[in-house]
C-alpha cells in the first residue's frame, strides 16, 4: 500500500468516525486493504448511509453533486472530497445495473481493517470479490481474479 493511500484511509476513518451506519470502502482501495495488488489506486471509493450523509459533508466543507447519468452505476447522493491525498468518492443509495434492472449495492459483511490507530471497513474477501464480479468491468475481473489469487491475461 502507498503511503498516499494509507493517509488518505487514514483521514477517511477520521471522518467517518462519527458516523451512525455502517459504511464501507469498496473497489481498488478495498482490495488493496486486503493485501492484494489492486494496480494503480486513483481513489477511494466509500460507501455511505443517507443518514450519515449530512453531517459528514458538513464536516467535510463539501457538498452532493449531481452526476450524469451513467449506464453503469448511480447514486442517490454522491460528494467528491478532496482534501485527503487522493479523491474520496461518498456514495449513498449505489446500484449497479443488471439484467433486471438496478440493483441496490448494500454489503452484508463488514470487515475492520487496522490502519495504526485509524479503522477502515470493507466488505470480507469473498463478498469484495462477488461485488467486483458484479461491477463486471475488466478492471473489477482482473480485481476479483487477483483476490482468488488467479492471474489474468
Known sequence: MTPTLASTLAAVAKAMAPATRPWWVIGSAAVALHDVAAGEVRDVDVLID?????????????????????????????????GA??????????SVATVDGWSAVRPVTRQAIALGAATVYTPDRAE????????GRPKDLRRAAALE???TG
Not at 60 to 75: G, H, K, M, Q
Not at 85 to 94: D, K, Q, R, S, T
Not at 128 to 135: D, Q, T, V
Open 50 to 82: 443517507p443518514v450519515d450523509g449530512t453531517a459528514l459533508f458538513g464536516e467535510l466543507s463539501i457538498a452532493p453533486i449531481t452526476l450524469a447519468p451513467d449506464p453503469l452505476f448511480r447514486s442517490d447522493v454522491f460528494a467528491r472530497w478532496t
Open 128 to 135: 469484495l470479490i462477488a461485488l467486483l464480479r458484479r461491477f
Open 85 to 94: 491525498g487522493l479523491p474520496v468518492e461518498f456514495m449513498a443509495g449505489f
Open 149 to 151: 489469487g488467479r492471474k
